[in-house]
């Protein structure tokens, strides 16, 4: 990715999935990598790995509800390569379930991680761009936060939240020159969708009033990744408040 070779950048829900992929695509570009998750384990395989190839990466343990937690991992991320200049939320969750049969501790949970978890995040990182007057923050998103999904009620209104606080963000950052927007992934080959068991992704499901992929395949976290890239990198240095879906056409962009 051109214009990508300098920065340093915070990466949650880093230790999988989309988060690994990102991850692992910032850090090829030379630039130092905080990745953030509460999968210690898996989280330092991956750091462990990429550190063996060169990168400069640091893993930190924490709960991205946690705002003094959030607030000391930046300090000590600034203290070791320099100014956050990119943010990436990635972590969210998933509790499939019928509105009727859906617990408050899990709708609680779901709103946390989903929509508070990049509140705290994104304000970490806003209160130490807009001084700077320089930046970019993306939200992972997902398409299910713009068309409606059974069974997906909680999540699909928590990414709705995440992306729409995003592009509010983006709105009050903009006189500081930081750019702010929404990269929304819809089926992607990720351990939450296999755990999901969401049938066929590609054919469709008429009986669940779900479209199929026109472009007839399941995404791959490196997809997801690159669009993320994109909107971070200075090519896109024209673009915020923008969701950009990288779905295949599932949603017809309804």
Known sequence: ??????????????????GAATVAALASTGRPVAALDVNGRALHELCDGLREKGCAIEAHLVD???????????????????????VVNVAGVLLPSSVVATSDGDWATTFAVNTTGVFVVSRAAARRMAGRGHGAIVTVGSNAGGIPRTGMAA????KAAAAHFTRCLGLELA????????VSPGSTDTPMLRELG??????????AYRTGIPLGRVADPDDIADAVLFLLSERARHITMHELYVDGGATLRA
């Open 1 to 18: 990715m051109a214009n990508m070779d300098e920065g340093v950048a915070v990466v949650t829900g880093a230790a999988g999935g989309i």
């Open 64 to 86: 991205i509800c946690d705002a003094a937690a959030v607030e000391t991992v930046f300090d000590a991320v600034e203290s070791v390569f320099g100014p956050v200049t990119e």
């Open 198 to 207: 969401a049938g066929d992704v590609i054919g469709g499901d008429p009986a």
């Open 175 to 182: 006189p500081y020159g930081v750019r702010c927007n929404v």
């Open 155 to 158: 999540y699909a209104a928590s």
